[in-house]
């Protein structure tokens, strides 16, 4: 598989990245793997940026990080802004008043 420049650069800075915070929390890589079930070289290649670790891998690391989240981030929908400006302008609901002034 051949891996375009600038899809092996960002997969370096996400490596790097992974590497960080592994190191923030003061964790070895053996300590790290193992809590995300993979083996030390295999988070080496994560850490490296090797395109070919499988994204489950990938999705487990981002979850113990606390970041599963951005996976939904992936191939999202372009947000359509000119929906979101109509909603915006639409008249919101008031409450009913009580007949007896209350």
Same mark, same amino acid.
């Given at each position: 598989m051949i891996v375009s420049g600038k899809?092996?650069?960002?997969? $370096?800075?996400?490596?790097a990245r992974l =590497?960080?915070?592994?190191l923030r929390r003061n964790e070895t890589q053996q300590v790290f793997a193992s809590r995300i079930g993979?083996?030390?070289p295999t988070l080496? $290649?994560?850490e490296s940026g090797?395109? =070919?670790v499988q994204l489950g891998h990938w999705a487990v690391a981002l979850d113990l990080l606390g970041h599963?989240?951005?996976l939904d981030l992936?191939?999202?929908?372009?947000?359509?802004?000119f929906a979101r400006y109509e909603q915006s302008q639409?008249?919101?609901r008031q409450r009913a008043s009580r007949k007896d002034g209350k």
């Open positions: 899809t092996a650069d960002s997969l $370096k800075a996400l490596g =590497r960080e915070e592994r993979v083996s030390v080496y $290649k994560m090797d395109h =070919r599963v989240a951005d992936l191939l999202a929908l372009p947000e359509n802004l639409q008249p919101k």
